[in-house]
T-cell receptor
């Protein structure tokens, strides 16, 4: 399977600041990446689908101006949490798909964000 | 809408015990079904899948059968090991081009020696 990395693995920031999380596909070019959010003891919630070279598609209820997604290359997508607040504290996970096999997703290890 | 329901954990078993983690789903069409596993500190990995009714997915001693009549996809293993300790997620995907996968809440399995 594909190897996906995320950076940082954990981050603590102050309320009101912005935080950028990187997702990299290390061994293949990913035209599509997904961003999920995971709350304790809850399922993964799809936040947005990130398409290389075009605007991300956000799920209903996800604020696109707050969670900025940039998929500038076939191996890198970034999620920026702008003006972070304590309620944004969560585990953020990205995944990539080879594309043609529509259900095959390979996940990164996740980023733990804590906003104080 | 589409949803996946799986048993709450944590599930604690002794080594070599039999494992069942229940999973049921609700979907408007005919989904493909998956089990993903998340080991501590790692990302989710696809464990097994089944794409149509009566298919059995299997991997690493784990099995799950796609039961359309009961809308279920229960995960089983005959003899668990300490190394199986992880969080297991049941998931579904509906065909049609859009790649969204719907996950259950996850079940933590702890196997003790």
């Amino acid at each position: 399977g594909a190897v996906v990395s995320q950076h940082p693995s954990w981050v603590i920031c102050k309320s009101g600041t912005s935080v950028k999380i990187e997702c990299r596909s290390l061994d293949f070019q990913a035209t599509t990446m997904f961003w999920y959010r995971q709350f304790p003891k809850q399922s993964l919630m799809l936040m947005a689908t990130s398409n290389e070279g075009s605007k991300a598609t956000y799920e209903q209820g996800v604020e696109k101006d707050k969670f900025l997604i940039n998929h500038a290359s076939l191996t890198l997508s970034t999620l920026t949490v702008t003006s972070a607040h304590p309620e944004d504290s969560s585990f953020y996970i990205c995944s990539v798909t080879p594309g043609l096999a529509s259900y095959e997703q390979y996940f990164g290890p996740g980023t733990r964000l804590t906003v104080t | 809408g589409d949803s996946v329901t799986q048993m709450e954990g944590p599930v604690t078993l002794s080594e070599e015990a039999f494992l069942t983690i229940n999973c049921t789903y609700t979907a408007t069409g005919y989904p493909s079904l998956f089990w993903y596993v998340q080991y501590p500190g790692e990302g989710l990995q696809l464990l097994l899948k089944a794409t149509k009714a009566d298919d059995k997915g299997s991997n690493k001693g784990f099995e799950a059968t796609y039961r359309k009549e009961t809308t279920s996809f229960h995960l089983e293993k005959g003899s668990v090991q300490v190394s199986d300790s992880a969080v297991y997620f049941c998931a579904l995907h509906l065909s049609g081009g859009y790649q969204k996968v719907t996950f259950g809440t996850g079940t933590k399995l702890q196997v003790i020696p």
